[in-house]
Nanobody, 115 residues
Framework: VQLVESGGGLVQPGGSLRLSCAASGFAFSSYAMRWYRQAPGKERELVAAINSAGVNKNYADSVKGRFTMSRGNAKNTVYLQMNSLKPEDTAVYYC?????????WGQGTQVTVSS
C-alpha cells in the first residue's frame, strides 16, 4: 500500500489549496479514505472522511463549509479542496486508509497559512 500526498504549500489567509493523495497497492475503490492533520505540538486530528463510493462524507466541525473531500476512483486519487483557509489550518496533512486493524499513512504534505 502506498499513499502519496501533494499540493501543500504556503497560502495567505482566505486563500485556497487543493491537496491530492495518489493511492496504489490495494483495491482503492473498495476502501474508505480519510484526511488527517497534525499541527506542531498537537495531536493528529481527523479532518474529513469519505466512503468507498464517494457518497458519504464527514468533516470536522472546524472545517465544515470550507473544506470538501472527493475521490476519483478511476484515478485512485482522493482530494481535499480547502477554501477560506485560516492560520489555524496550518499543519501537516496526511492521507489515510485502513484494512481491518492495519492503518496506512502517506508521508504528509505541509500546509502553511500565513500573511
Amino acid at each position: 500500500v502506498q499513499l502519496v500526498e501533494s499540493g501543500g504549500g504556503l497560502v495567505q489567509p482566505g486563500g485556497s489549496l487543493r491537496l491530492s493523495c495518489a493511492a496504489s497497492g490495494f483495491a482503492f475503490s473498495s476502501y474508505a479514505m480519510r484526511w488527517y492533520r497534525q499541527a506542531p505540538g498537537k495531536e493528529r486530528e481527523l479532518v474529513a472522511a469519505i466512503n468507498s463510493a464517494g457518497v458519504n462524507k464527514n468533516y470536522a466541525d472546524s472545517v465544515k463549509g470550507r473544506f470538501t473531500m472527493s475521490r476519483g476512483n478511476a484515478k485512485n486519487t482522493v482530494y481535499l479542496q480547502m477554501n477560506s483557509l485560516k492560520p489555524e489550518d496550518t499543519a501537516v496533512y496526511y492521507c489515510n486508509t485502513n484494512s481491518g486493524p492495519l492503518d496506512y499513512w502517506g508521508q504528509g504534505t505541509q500546509v502553511t497559512v500565513s500573511s
